[in-house]
């Protein structure tokens, strides 16, 4: 069983930075793809950005060239860079997975909160 642990939210600035770190418990080469979602208080979970085992990566519309994602295999991480911070993006950040093989497990981590002031 894979356990993911997010760190790295808080509390910025309009315009600032953060940075997130997801830390998975196994290989994250035995992972298909990860990403991030995130959650607004009484809105629908939505996809943030994702990157695929062979390094394809989406981005929602709303922070495509503002935020990156990228993973780490030395400390099997991934992480996302997140600059240009709006109030918008004020949300629960939840790491996703997705193993491989033919019966894919689906992971989530517990969530980090981001808040942006203006």
């Known amino acids: 069983q894979v356990q993911l642990v997010e760190s790295g939210g808080g509390l910025v600035q309009a315009g600032g930075s953060l940075r997130l770190s997801c830390a998975a418990s196994?290989?994250?080469?035995?992972?298909?793809?990860m990403g991030w979602y995130r959650q607004a208080p009484g809105k629908q979970r939505e996809l943030v950005a994702r990157i695929t085992s062979g390094g394809f990566t989406n981005y929602a519309d709303s922070v495509k060239g503002r935020f990156t994602i990228s993973t780490d295999n030395a400390k099997n991480t991934v992480d996302l860079q997140m600059n240009s911070l709006k109030p918008e993006d004020t949300a629960v950040y939840y790491c996703?997975?997705?193993?491989?093989?033919?019966?894919?497990?689906?992971?989530w981590g517990q969530g980090t909160q981001v808040t942006v002031s203006s």
């Open positions: 996703h997975a997705i193993s491989r093989g033919l019966v894919p497990n689906v992971y």
């Open positions: 196994g290989s994250i080469f035995s992972m298909n793809v």
